[in-house]
Nanobody, 125 residues
Framework: QVQLVESGGGLVQAGGSLLLSCVAS????????MAWFRQAPGKEREFVATISRTGGTTYYADSVRGRFTISRDNAKNTVYLQMNTLKPSDTAVYYC??????????????????WGQGTQVTVSS
């Protein structure tokens, strides 16, 4: 069983930055692909960014490419999402997810086996 705990959310003005972190329990983190998804009120949960287990491959949603950066530190069992130039449309609950033993990252929700509880990000205009 894997537990994921996100932190770093909060209220920020448009144009600002936030760094989200997600710490995983157990010994499977370094052998698993990771991702961030988000869900705004009344909307489906959507893909934001994903990273391979070595950190060598990353993919981003078109809406965040060039503004957000996903990274990981396998020694700390932690995945990060650096969010810059935030917009009100980025307001959502952000979730990290783990795809157990996956070699390649994916933007497909159904492939992820474990999810965190989410952290709220609110961007004011």
């Amino acid at each position: 069983q894997v537990q994921l705990v996100e932190s770093g959310g909060g209220l920020v003005q448009a144009g600002g930055s936030l760094l989200l972190s997600c710490v995983a329990s157990g010994r499977t983190f370094s052998r698993s692909a990771m991702a961030w998804f988000r869900q705004a009120p009344g909307k489906e949960r959507e893909f934001v960014a994903t990273i391979s287990r070595t950190g060598g491959t990353t993919y981003y949603a078109d809406s965040v490419r060039g503004r957000f950066t996903i990274s990981r530190d396998n020694a700390k069992n932690t995945v990060y999402l650096q969010m810059n130039t935030l917009k009100p449309s980025d307001t959502a609950v952000y979730y990290c997810a783990l795809n157990l033993y996956a070699e390649q990252p994916s933007d497909i929700k159904a492939r992820y086996d474990y999810w965190g509880q989410g952290t709220q990000v609110t961007v004011s205009s």
